[in-house]
């Protein structure tokens, strides 16, 4: 018969097991294992080896702790990477941080210039939004009193 359950012991029976919300039994978790097992292939990939920036993402990735020729390798990665392509602007004051330099006297200059601007604008908004605030309080006071 077609829709006749599978026996505990097969994938099938391990899913049912899930979807109804149990634990499933020892043999269709066994069943479920094979399964994955015969499933898997072994990937040729070949995993960076220590003293390389790699490795030092890898020991990252897995929670370990970094070893010092991969603190090493990462950090005159950072030393010698590329500088901002555009100096005097926010973009490339923000670039050297990432890039983990101190920022250029250009770059930090365009970086305060850019936050004087932005302090400007929020307190702009922010007054705008008092003054709508009160209007839309004395528009409701109108109608309530009406």
């Given at each position: 018969?077609?829709?006749e359950l599978k026996p505990c ?138």
């Amino acid at each position: 018969m077609l829709n006749e359950l599978k026996p505990c012991g097969t994938t099938a029976a391990y899913q049912r097991h899930l979807r109804a919300g149990e634990e499933p039994c020892d043999q269709c978790r066994q069943a479920r294992s094979a399964y994955t097992r015969a499933r898997y292939i072994p990937s040729d990939r070949r995993l960076d080896p220590c003293g390389t920036p790699g490795a030092y993402q890898r020991h990252l990735r897995r929670g370990e702790e970094t070893c010092q020729a991969c603190r090493a390798a990462f950090a005159a990665l950072k030393a010698n990477a590329p500088g901002p392509s555009k100096h005097g602007t926010n973009g490339g004051y923000r670039m050297h941080l990432q890039a983990g330099q101190i920022p250029c006297e250009a770059c930090r200059e365009a970086a305060r210039e850019y936050q004087r601007e932005y302090r400007a604008r929020r307190a702009g908004a922010e007054e705008r939004s008092r003054v709508l605030d009160r209007l839309l309080a004395e528009a409701w006071a109108e109608v309530t009193a009406s």
